[in-house]
C-alpha cells in the first residue's frame, strides 16, 4: 500500500471516531429539577384520580356499587383530586393572565368535573357506531375469506390443504 493511502485512510478514520464521539463530549442532556419531577408525578397521579373517578362512575352505573356506597367513595376521590390540583397548581408557573398557575378562579372540583366530562367525550368520539349493514359486510367478507382455508387433512403426512390444492404442500402426495 502507498504512503498516501495509509495516511488518507487514518484521517478518515480520526474523522469517523471523532464524529461518533461529539455526542458523549456535548453536555445537551437537560437536568430535571427536583420541582418538575414532582409536578410530573403529580400529573400522573391526577390521571389516576380522572381514571378512577371514570371507573367508579362506570361500575355504578353497572349496578356493581351499592348506592349507599356510591357518594362516599365518589367524593373521597374529587377530595384526593382536588388535593393533587392544588399541590399543582402551587408548584407550577404562574399563566401570562396573571390567574394562577391552572386557572385558580375555578372550583378545584369543577376542574375535575370538566376533566372527567373531557375524558368521556374523547372515549367515545374515538368509537364509531356501527349499522347493521355494515355487521353484514363485515360477516360476509369473513365467510369470503374462511372459504379459501383448509378444507381437509393430507392422508399422508397429516397436514392442512386447501380446497384448490391437487397436492399436498408439505409431501406432494396427489389429492385428487
Not at 367508579?56 to 357518594?71: A, C, Q, R, S, V
Not at 397548581?89 to 385558580?104: K, M, V
Amino acid at each position: 500500500m502507498e504512503l498516501t493511502a495509509i495516511f488518507f485512510s487514518l484521517a478518515v478514520l480520526i474523522l469517523v471516531g471523532m464524529f461518533l464521539y461529539a455526542p458523549f463530549t456535548e453536555q445537551r442532556a437537560r437536568q430535571v429539577t427536583e420541582e418538575e419531577h414532582e409536578l410530573s408525578a403529580l400529573m400522573a397521579e391526577r390521571d389516576r384520580v380522572i381514571t378512577s373517578l371514570q371507573e367508579l362512575d362506570f361500575d355504578f352505573k353497572l349496578g356493581k356499587i351499592p348506592d349507599d356506597d356510591y357518594p362516599a367513595q365518589r367524593a373521597s376521590l374529587l377530595q384526593k383530586g382536588a388535593e393533587i390540583l392544588r399541590k399543582i397548581d402551587s408548584l407550577a408557573p404562574p399563566s401570562p393572565s396573571g390567574r394562577g398557575a391552572r386557572g385558580e378562579g375555578q372550583d378545584t372540583e369543577t376542574r375535575l368535573e370538566k376533566a372527567i366530562a373531557a375524558r368521556r367525550a374523547d372515549g367515545s368520539a374515538a368509537k364509531p357506531e356501527l349499522t347493521d349493514d355494515h355487521l353484514e359486510s363485515m360477516i360476509s367478507t369473513r365467510r369470503k375469506s374462511r372459504k379459501d382455508r383448509s378444507a381437509a387433512f393430507c392422508p399422508k403426512c397429516g397436514n392442512p390443504v386447501m380446497v384448490t390444492d391437487r397436492f399436498c404442500p408439505s409431501c406432494g402426495k396427489s389429492l385428487s
